[in-house]
Structures are given as structure tokens and as C-alpha cells.
């Protein structure tokens, strides 16, 4: 039975029709058989009684014509190839002495020894005049009574009815029956080609309309299975069928539901983008809240240093100033005497006029923060150009090139030219540094919407990951060896934020650094 269940529709219909066309055939066959032998039982009959009647009438006739039977005619019609055996049943005659001689009366009772009925069926037929058939295997048996007529009582004392003899005749069915079943044997070689013929012709209409329809059905449950809502289930119309059977009632259903399915996943996909999307506003907007929180860290930071240091450098302004006038006061009066005294002296003025010009620094950081800039429209490009010409002597001498990438449209910045000179003199130094070997640098401006990007790249040694979020710090530098007090990239940050712009690093160990400003472009209306 599991075996069945994994078979095909056809399969299974085929299991079911076979079987019953066979249980058709073998009833037929029956069917045929019984009415074949009820039908030879009767032409058996009406056999019987046409013999039955040819004889009597033969035998009436020779009795009143001779008043005797020619022993002859019943010989030949012993002979007759329609029966086996012919047996003649004479009953009590009762002749009319006044019409049959004597001597014929004697003949007759002679004859009438011989004609006794041999078992109780004819002996019943004598005395019933009533006929009687049975049938045993192949053979036929009917016992026809004779019984008197009114032409009967010229030559007999007896009543119409009185059965006078009878005919017991035996016949076979041998030949009949072969010739039926040959007849029959044809008949089931045709019944079983039209059959096989029906079968075939229904098999082919099968699978054109039933299996085909149902095979593309399963393709498409198939495909629809791995995700191919693109694969239509509707089916063709077929010869022989029409659109509102069952098979294309249930493909339109499947066609509506593949259609249904595939506009609520592409409603479901639309969801997904638009929550993807809002998903990366949202990161987005965490990012700038960051880069907000850490950009309003670094202000506090950078507010609280700078005031810090500006008292710092206020208190200790004083005493360095008195301490630069003495050492300047003694070295003019040891001139040209006490060398070694002079040098020392020189030494400490330098390191005084060092402190006085870092907490000079630190003043103008701290002051610039607590004033308004001057701002007016500047020319990037031609400021970068500027810049790079005036440094390109000094940063040649160090085998450095300096080089601008500048797009070919005026861009326009809101901003203080000496300001914008010193954030990007901090920058092209601080790359300096980092580019004992030489290399390039390169100054490069591009516009991003409303925004513009200012990048100062270089090819030095780069900050390692550690050291990135500290880089603007006040007072920080990675410099192997003393260069300054670590204020140069505190002040380029300083004088951004003043401008409302950002700036951000980006660097690789080995390969350099990029420094990128990001400010907003100003258009007149020249430019829009």
C-alpha cells in the first residue's frame, strides 16, 4: 500500500481501471456463456418440436393411407446427423376394428412391442402427453408427446388429447457449441482490441487532460517553493475541456494565491527596506549624536584647558618677562668678556624667550576663543594655491613637494583668510614632521552637497589607532623628539570649531595621514 501511495495519478487511475476492466471482461464472458447455452436449450427445443411434428404428421399420413408405418422412413430419420438417438414411443393405439383389417391389427400389436417407453420419463410423457426437456453436458433431451386430433378418431377410439405416442429425440450440442465458441472467441479478440484501443485513446486524452495540467501544477508548487513567484500557474486551454473544470478552477485559485502571496512579499520586502532604511537614519543619527557628544567633549576639554592655561600662562607671563630682561641686561654687560659665562646666558635667554613665546600661544588661543572672528568670502582655491606657493621653498628644502587638487569651479568659504592661513600652516607643519624622508603633500578641496572638504594628505609615518583621539588634545604629540609643546593641531581645532566647521583624521602606520575640514560652501547668487 506505501508502494501505491508513491505512485502518480496515472498509475493509480490505471490500478483502478485495470482491474475492472478484467472484472467486466470475466462477467461478460459469463454472461455470454448462459445466454449462449439458454439459447441452444431453446433452439433445442423448437428443434424438438419441428421434428417431433414432421414425424407424427409423416406417421399420420402413412397410417391412413397404408394403415401401416414404412420401417424405412423411420431408419432414415434415424440417420439424420441433427440427432444422436431417435427413439419412436407408440401408446396404446385403440384402433377402430371396423376400419383396420384384422392381419394389420396383428402387424401393429407386433410393432407396438417394440416401441415401449424405456424409462419413467417417457412412460410419464405417455401418460401426461406433456413434453419434457433436460439437458446433461453437451447432450439434449426432449420427449415430445403425439396427442390425438380430430382427424386422429377416423382410425382411433380415443379422445382428442390422448396422447398416442411420442417422440424421444437425443441431440448434441458438439458442434454447435464449437462453432459458438469460435464465434465467441472471435468476438472477445475484437471486444478486446476495441479494449486495448479505448484504453490507449483514453490514456493519451488522460494525460493531455489530467496528467499535463496536473504536472505543470506540481512545477509550479515546486518552483514557487524555492522562491520563484515569478512562475505563472495559469494552464492552456485544452481541446476537450473547458475553463470552468476543476483543474483550472484550482489553477486559477493557485494563480490567485501565487499573485497574493507576491504582493504581500513585496509589501513585506517594501517594509523591510523602509525599516532598513529608517534603521540607517537612525544609525546615522547615533553617529552624529556621537560625533556631537565627542566634538561637545573636546569644546568643554578644549574650554577648560584653554582657560586653565590662560591663567597659567598670566601668572607666569611676568616673571618670565623679568627674568628675559635680566639675562638680556647681562649679557650686554659681559660683552666681549667670559665666553663661557656668554653662552650660558644664551642658552637660558633662549629657553626664556621659548616659555614667553608659548604662553603668548596660549593667550591668543584662549582670547581667539572669546572673540568674535572677522569673517569674509573667501576663495579656497585661491587660497590653497597661496598657501602652497609660499611653502613650497621651505618644504623643498626638507625634499618635500607640495602639490593642490582643486576642482575647476570657484568654491566659496565664509571664513577669516589669516585664520584659514594659520589652520592650514599647522597642518603642512605637522606634516613636515612626520615626513623626515621627504614625500608629498598634497592639498586637496571638493564639494559634497552644501558641504566643503578640505584635505591636507601626506605620505609620513602615520598615527598608530591608540593615539587618534587624542591627537587634538592640548599639550599631546607622538613626535619622537621635542618640536614644540604639542599645541599646533590644539590651535588648528580651536580655530575650526571658531569657523563652525569639523575636522577629523584618518591614518594608516606606513602609509600617512588625512586630515580633512568640514565647512560649509556659501553661493551668491552669481553661483546659483
Excluded at 481541446?239 to 504581500?264: C, N, P
Excluded at 513585496?266 to 544609525?283: F, K
Excluded at 576639554?301 to 639675562?327: C, D, F, W, Y
Excluded at 591668543?364 to 568674535?372: C, H, L
Aim: contains cysteine.
Amino acid at each position: 500500500m506505501k508502494t501505491i501511495k508513491r505512485f502518480s495519478l496515472s498509475r493509480k487511475i490505471a490500478i483502478g481501471i485495470i482491474p475492472l476492466f478484467l472484472l467486466f471482461v470475466s462477467v461478460s464472458v459469463i454472461l455470454q456463456n448462459h445466454f449462449q447455452e439458454e439459447e441452444m436449450v431453446r433452439q433445442a427445443q423448437v428443434t424438438a418440436y419441428i421434428y417431433a411434428d414432421i414425424i407424427k404428421e409423416a406417421m399420420v399420413s402413412m397410417m391412413v393411407n397404408n394403415l401401416d408405418v414404412d420401417e424405412s422412413f423411420l431408419e432414415q430419420v434415424n440417420k439424420l446427423d441433427q440427432f444422436d438417438t431417435l427413439h419412436i414411443l407408440v401408446n396404446a393405439l385403440k384402433l377402430r376394428p371396423d376400419v383396420v383389417p384384422p392381419e394389420k391389427m396383428k402387424r401393429v400389436a407386433t410393432a407396438h412391442k417394440t416401441l415401449v417407453p424405456h424409462d419413467d420419463v417417457e412412460r410419464k410423457a405417455l401418460e401426461t402427453g406433456t413434453p419434457f426437456f433436460s439437458t446433461q453436458g453437451e447432450r439434449f433431451r426432449g420427449v415430445i408427446p403425439f396427442n390425438a386430433t380430430k382427424k386422429c378418431q377416423e382410425c382411433h377410439a380415443v379422445p382428442v388429447g390422448y396422447t398416442l405416442g411420442a417422440a424421444d429425440l437425443h441431440i448434441s450440442f458438439s458442434q454447435v457449441a464449437a462453432a459458438a465458441e469460435g464465434n465467441w472467441r472471435r468476438s472477445l479478440f475484437i471486444f478486446l482490441i476495441f479494449a486495448v484501443l479505448a484504453m490507449i485513446v483514453a490514456t493519451i486524452g488522460f494525460r493531455r487532460i489530467i496528467s499535463r495540467p496536473t504536472g505543470k501544477l506540481i512545477d509550479a508548487a515546486n518552483q514557487i517553493q524555492q522562491g520563484n513567484l515569478d512562475y505563472s500557474v495559469a494552464l492552456d486551454p485544452v481541446k476537450g475541456s473547458t475553463a470552468d473544470d476543476e483543474l483550472h478552477y484550482l489553477a486559477d485559485r493557485f494563480e490567485d494565491m501565487r499573485l497574493s502571496l507576491k504582493e504581500k512579499i513585496e509589501q513585506l520586502d517594501e517594509l523591510n527596506r523602509s525599516l532598513s532604511q529608517r534603521n540607517n537614519e537612525l544609525e546615522n543619527a547615533l553617529a552624529q549624536l556621537q560625533r556631537a557628544q565627542d566634538d561637545l567633549i573636546k569644546m568643554e576639554r578644549l574650554a577648560v584647558t584653554g582657560k586653565m592655561t590662560a591663567q597659567l600662562s598670566h601668572e607666569i607671563n611676568n616673571p618670565v618677562h623679568n627674568i628675559q630682561s635680566l639675562l638680556q641686561t647681562s649679557l650686554r654687560k659681559l660683552a666681549g668678556g667670559q665666553p663661557k659665562v656668554q653662552e650660558l646666558l644664551s642658552v637660558a635667554l633662549e629657553e626664556i624667550e621659548r616659555m614667553a613665546k608659548l604662553t603668548r600661544q596660549m593667550l591668543d588661543v584662549y582670547r581667539g576663543s572669546m572673540t568674535e572672528i572677522q569673517r569674509e568670502p573667501q576663495d579656497i582655491r585661491e587660497l590653497l594655491t597661496e598657501i602652497a606657493e609660499l611653502n613650497a621653498q621651505m618644504l623643498q628644502e626638507s625634499g618635500i613637494k607640495i602639490q593642490c587638487d582643486l576642482p575647476e569651479k570657484n568654491i566659496t568659504l565664509l571664513c577669516s583668510r589669516d585664520k584659514m592661513r594659520q589652520i592650514f600652516l599647522n597642518l603642512i607643519l605637522n606634516a613636515k614632521d612626520a615626513m623626515p624622508a621627504g614625500g608629498t603633500i598634497t592639498l586637496r578641496a571638493r564639494e559634497e552637497g552644501t558641504k566643503v572638504l578640505i584635505e591636507v594628505i601626506d605620505e609620513g609615518r602615520g598615527i598608530p589607532g591608540e593615539h587618534l583621539d587624542k591627537i587634538f588634545d592640548a599639550f599631546y604629540s607622538t613626535k619622537d623628539e621635542l618640536r614644540g609643546a604639542g599645541l599646533g593641531l590644539f590651535v588648528t581645532y580651536a580655530l575650526v570649531q571658531q569657523h563652525g566647521g569639523t575636522i577629523n583624521v584618518r591614518s594608516e602606520v606606513g602609509r600617512g595621514s588625512v586630515f580633512t575640514i568640514t565647512m560649509e560652501a556659501v553661493y551668491d547668487a552669481a553661483q546659483s
